[in-house]
C-alpha cells in the first residue's frame, strides 16, 4: 500500500491506532455520568389549599370553611370561565367575519376582474367593428368619386362630340348658304330670274326647278356636285370592271361607303352588303344607293374563278366636288 510503504509511516500508524484506541476505552469507562431520572432544579412553593391566606401559622390539615370561600372561589371560577367563553365566541366570530369577508373580497375581485376583461373585450370589438365600417365608408365614397368622374369624362366626352357635330353642321350650312348666294347672285335668284320657260321640275310643293345649274337636265337626283354620283373603287382579284354605274345622291350627306360584293364567274354581282368596314358614313340614303350602283355593276368573266368571288366597291359622296 502506498500510505505504509515507509518505515515512519508504519510506525505512525500503529502509534495513532495505540492511541484512539486507549481514548476509547477511558470514554467507556470513565466519561460523564448522568442520573436517571436527573435531579430537579427550581424554586420551593409554600404547602396551601387555596388561592389566599393570612397569619404565620402553617396549617398541616385543610382549613374551615371561612366566608364559604368555595363559592366566592367557585363565582370567580365560573365568571372566568364565562368571560373566557364570551372571548372565544368573539374570537370565532371576528373569524368568521374576517373569513366571510375574505371570500367576499375574493369574489367580488374575482366578479371585478371577469368584467373588466369582459369590459375590455367588448371595447376591442367595438373598436375592430368602428375600423372596418370606417373602411368600407372610405372605399364606398372612393368607388363614387371614381363613378362620378367616368361619367362626368363621358359628360364631357358627349358634349365635345356633340359640339364637334354641331359645328360641322352650322359649318356646312354655312357653306351651302354661300353657295346659294353665290348662285342666286350669278342667275340672280329665283324670283328675280327672267326666263321665259314656264313649269318646273322637283319634290318639293314649291314653284322652282329644283337642280343644279351645273346639273344633269336627264338626272334624277337633285343633290350632289352636279354629276351622276360620287366615284368609286373597284377591287376584285385581278378582274376588272366592266360596266361603272355611279349612285345617285338623294340627301344632303357625304362620305364613304364600302360595299361587299359577291360575284359568279359570268361577271354578275349576285350579293351586295354595303356600309362594311372602312365606311364614314352609315347614312341609308347613301347605303341603298350604293348597294344598287353596286348590283348594277358588270366584271368580266372568268371560268378559273371561284362560284362566289368577294372583293368590294368604294363609293365617294361628296356634296362639294
Known sequence: MGFLDTKNKRKSAVLTSLIMSLLLVAIFFFGLKYLDPPEEYGIAVNFGTSDVGQGNVQPKAPLKPAGNPVEANQEEVQEEAQEQIKEEVTTKAEQTEVEESATTTEEVLTQETEDAIAIKKAEEARKKQEAEDRKKEEERLERERIEAERKEQERLEAERIERERQEAIA???????????????????????????????????????????????????????GGSGGDGDYNLGNRKPLSRPKPD??????????????????GYVIKATPGVKGTTNSAECLKSQAKEAALKTRWNSDSNAPSKQVGTIKYRFSLSQ
Open 171 to 225: 359649318k356646312k350650312k354655312a357653306e351651302e348658304d354661300a353657295k346659294k348666294a353665290k348662285l342666286d347672285a350669278m342667275i340672280g335668284g329665283v324670283k328675280n330670274a327672267s326666263g321665259t320657260e314656264e313649269g318646273g321640275e322637283g319634290n318639293d310643293n314649291q314653284a322652282g326647278d329644283k337642280g343644279k345649274i351645273t346639273g344633269d337636265p336627264n338626272a334624277s337626283g337633285y343633290y350632289g356636285n
Open 249 to 266: 345622291y338623294i340627301c344632303d350627306e357625304e362620305g364613304l361607303v364600302v360595299v361587299r360584293i359577291e360575284v359568279d364567274q359570268n
